[in-house]
């Protein structure tokens, strides 16, 4: 494999310890002369940072999908604020933007073995926004046009999980915790248990398995174990379930620790109807699985100062959010002066949108008096059945999409979010729409139960009901439009949204909590 999918140089740049050329921040010059015995101690040793490598398959800004990029490309940088040495490992993607690969730096390339292939690995690095990221090169397995669904996936992450183990000697960082996310990663904590424990230069590392989805399990055929794996007979206990090989099982067995995105979530997927078949396994496990809560980046989700949106707002002066609304309009074509209702999201059933497509197929009246504005891409019966009603109906639009500068603009001009999903593991959007003052409507569910209190029960800021039905989704939008018609409540319950705190600090915090109790062990 050449070395050509990212700007080289061959030279490794070391840089000096910065503690031998000055005093670290916050202590007192120390005095030429040598200190006596009886002398105290000017400055107490700084705690030892604690080292993690988080690898993931998406991270933004470099690649992503979805939620999982969003967390990776935020979580790092709120670590090291902590005084954390949070970093990332991820694919070299074909489709990383060249201004990042234009700042890459070489470290080096060896040959990582993946089942009897024996495959060529570039290491690069890039020093971005208070984060280092690693990438892992190989064009026959990451040069392709997605991230997943190609036929050799179960190769390719086999190889980027083998790759990131096998490199940890040349990146000149030891990490004390390896925190892989998702399926795609999920392999490493198994390799490390059955190869590498033991190996110089990767004793006593603590592995962090992060499940963002349970319903990606990562399944392959059972030859794949030794075909591909490289893996004996004796692991097949730890990776089979149910005939096939699943990474998410084989994670939940051999990590240390099992974290989910929300409390709930974590307490949903013991219940056999909630856990894609894993219950048992995670029951099994349960000492070591933790819910915590996302957060969203608050500094690119901010309308004080987001460069996306007609008019800058904020909670002590919301005036803007007009301005953002008749922005908005104008762009769709909208007119009157309704609610306007967002569904930002991947257009999937278990989203809730098979529950939206049923009362709009049944001209709901809680849907008549706003406008409904859909952004996003998905599976292909949604794509048409939104393109469909918007053709038909005045007050709907269908924006068949993956744009975040757009989505900004929708959060911000909208009034109502609506995220009825089925399931949600955490959901970042809902915590979004709260940041530009724009009203979620959810399910009771995973993060969405976390994060958004029912206003009707008091206080609270958003709408929730509980019924995965069309009735109960209706009755809830009813509700929302009516109280929006009521000026001075709405205004109170757009402060309410304005004031919660979705940012990383806190569930930062507990993750920096959970990897020290993990590294006393
Ligand atoms: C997945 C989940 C979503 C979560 C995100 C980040 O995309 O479906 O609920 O917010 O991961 O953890």
Known sequence: M??????TTTTKTVKPAASAAKPATGTKPVPSAKPTASAKPTAAIPEKKIKVLFATTEAFPFAGTGGLGEVVGSLPKALNRLGVDARVIMPL???IPRKYRDKMQYIGNMRVWVGWRNQYCGVFRIDNDGVTTYFVDNEQYFLRDSIYGQHDDGERFTFFSRAVLECIPMLDFTPDIIHSNDHATALIPTFYKACYALMYGHTGIKNVFTVHNLEYQGCYPPHILGDVMGLGEDMRGVVDFNCQVNCVKSAIESADSVTTVSPTYAEEILRPDRAFGLSDILNRNRSKLVGILNGVNVEEYDPETSPFIAKNFNAEDPSGKAECKRALKKELGLEGDRPIIAVISRLAGHKGLDLVKGALCRNSYAFENADLVVLGTG???????????????????????FDKSLAQRIYAGADIFLMPSATEPCGLSQMMAC????????????GLADSIKDCRAGGGNGFVFEDYTVEALEATVADAVRMY?????WSALMQRAFACDFSWNASARKY???????LKK
């Open 2 to 7: 050449k070395q050509t999918t990212a700007k």
């Open 93 to 95: 993607y074909g489709s």
């Open 379 to 401: 599976e292909r019966y949604l794509e048409d059945f939104f393109r469909y009603h918007a053709s038909c109906h005045a007050n709907s639009r269908a924006l068949i999409t």
């Open 435 to 446: 940041r530009y003052g724009t009203i979620p409507i959810v399910r009771k569910t995973g």
């Open 485 to 489: 018609g009521d000026k001075t409540e």
């Open 512 to 518: 920096l909590e959970l990897y020290k109790d993990l």
